[in-house]
T-cell receptor, first 114, second 114 residues
Framework: GDSVTQMEGPVTLSEEAFLTINCTYT??????LFWYVQYPGEGLQLLLK?????DKGSNKGFEATYRKETTSFHLEKGSVQVSDSAVYFC?????????????FGKGTKLSVKP | NAGVTQTPKFQVLKTGQSMTLQCAQD?????MSWYRQDPGMGLRLIHY???????DQGEVPNGYNVSRSTTEDFPLRLLSAAPSQTSVYFC?????????????FGNGTRLTVT
């Protein structure tokens, strides 16, 4: 079945460091890909998405490019801030394979130190 | 605009007790779902509904019941709570009228079963 694998955390960075969180997926057909963020004590919020190969999603300085050849959707940010500390989830939706339900990776906790 | 509202925020149950976790959305979304979040496991789909009167099982449905009598409400019932159901539960909704529309999450219910 469809699945998402993302890098294990936690990830600890200093403010203004470069961030990469790796995400790869397994799915039949042409899934859409998402990054969600969860701040402490809150539900998940959509951070960015990409719906077809080579699309780049971006929001709040974060970017991710849908790479079908490597089945990847890595999250990047050039200069992280303390306020970016959160748990990040990679996810896919595949109307053909997973009945249109969102499938999540296990999450990566990011801590940014001043 | 309230979005997705979950109640209660916290609950402690004894083994064998029953309870209902409430979820309501005011966005007229057709799709609603329940996830549980456990450390190291990410989010796992319990049950989902694509419209009033229609429900289906997700990845981990055992021990949970749902119903969808209205578009707005999607309660999750635990008939006989077990310690393995200690978790954080999230309700989410989305519009199926818009392809790939994002999931909107509630702030979660933290359940402890002793």
């Amino acid at each position: 079945g469809d699945s998402v694998t993302q890098m294990e955390g936690p990830v600890t960075l200093s403010e203004e460091a470069f961030l990469t969180i790796n995400c790869t997926y397994t799915a039949t057909g042409y899934p859409s890909l998402f990054w969600y963020v969860q701040y402490p004590g809150e539900g998940l919020q959509l951070l960015l998405k990409a719906t077809k190969a080579d699309d780049k999603g971006s929001n709040k300085g974060f970017e991710a490019t849908y790479r079908k050849e490597t089945t990847s959707f890595h999250l990047e940010k050039g200069s992280v801030q303390v306020s970016d500390s959160a748990v990040y989830f990679c996810a896919l939706i595949n109307y053909g394979g997973s009945q249109g339900n969102l499938i999540f990776g296990k999450g990566t906790k990011l801590s940014v130190k001043p | 605009n309230a979005g997705v509202t979950q109640t209660p925020k916290f609950q402690v149950l004894k083994t064998g007790q029953s309870m209902t976790l409430q979820c309501a959305q005011d966005m007229n979304h057709e799709y609603m779902s329940w996830y549980r979040q456990d450390p190291g496991m990410g989010l796992r789909l319990i049950h989902y509904s694509v419209g009033a009167g229609i429900t289906d099982q997700g990845e981990v449905p055992n021990g949970y019941n749902v119903s969808r009598s209205t578009t707005e409400d999607f309660p999750l019932r635990l008939l006989s709570a077990a310690p393995s159901q200690t978790s954080v539960y999230f309700c989410a909704s989305s519009s199926r009228a818009q392809y790939n529309s994002p999931l909107h999450f509630g702030n979660g219910t933290r359940l402890t079963v002793t």
